[in-house]
């Protein structure tokens, strides 16, 4: 059974970071693209940042490029979003999800002072 | 960037009742799209993927149809379970883009 657990959410001050984990398990990380996708409270769905399985090609959303990383470590099955220059804006459930197939339960990041 | 415009926002339905909701891309995406189903406080669930393809586990109420610039997410009869928001998600290039989200709601 895939299973995606994020973790590393809580509440930053604005201009603060955080580093959001995703350990993923039931299938072989190492052969899949990964995803972050945040939703703001009570908002649609956003596409935040993808990395392709080797690390090779990694994208970001216009409105968090130059502020989060994302990396991925395939020994420990397990994905990053390294979140920096926080903003209240950024305050969301942040989903890692398989491809588009699989999704964690989300973590809750709030940016409030 | 490609737009996803997905209608109606909100729909009002009763048991049993066919629902039919639609995304249009703003250019051709093959079909390269997804449709999600999401209850409050839980994780987005893939229920079709390439449009039309139903993803395991999924009841066969859920059908997708559309390639191109136009997609259909239909429910057959619709189900006490299926009231909930769903949204499309073209995949077919960078960035990904999901449609604004229909909540479907109890007449």
């Known amino acids: 059974e895939v299973q995606l657990v994020e973790s590393g959410g809580g509440l930053v001050k604005p201009g603060g970071s955080l580093r959001l984990s995703c350990a993923a398990s039931?299938?072989?990380?190492?052969?899949?693209?990964m995803n972050w996708v945040r939703q703001a409270p009570g908002k649609g769905l956003e596409w935040v940042s993808s990395?392709?399985?080797?690390?090779?090609?990694?994208y970001y959303a216009d409105s968090v490029k130059g502020r989060f990383t994302i990396s991925r470590d395939n020994a420990k099955n397990s994905l990053y979003l390294q979140m920096n220059s926080l903003r209240a804006e950024d305050t969301a459930v942040y989903y890692c999800?398989?491809?588009?197939?699989?999704w964690g339960q989300g973590t809750l990041v709030t940016v409030s002072s | 960037a490609i737009q996803m415009t997905q209608s109606p926002s909100s729909l009002s339905a009763s048991v049993g009742d066919r629902v039919t909701i639609t995304c249009r891309a703003s250019?051709?995406?093959?079909?390269?799209l997804g449709w999600y189903q999401q209850k409050p406080g839980k994780a987005p669930k893939l229920l079709i993927y390439?449009?039309?393809s139903l993803q395991s586990g999924v009841p066969s109420r859920f059908s997708g149809s559309g390639s191109g610039t136009d997609f259909t997410l239909t429910i057959s009869s619709l189900q006490p379970e299926d009231f909930a928001t769903y949204y499309c998600?073209?995949?077919?290039?960078?960035?990904?883009?999901f449609g604004q989200g229909t909540k479907v709601e109890i007449k």
């Open positions: 999800a398989r491809d588009w197939s699989d």
């Open positions: 039931g299938f072989t990380f190492s052969s899949y693209s």
């Open positions: 990395i392709s399985s080797s690390s090779s090609y990694i």
């Open positions: 250019q051709g995406i093959r079909n390269d």
């Open positions: 390439a449009a039309s």
């Open positions: 998600l073209q995949d077919y290039n960078y960035p990904p883009r």
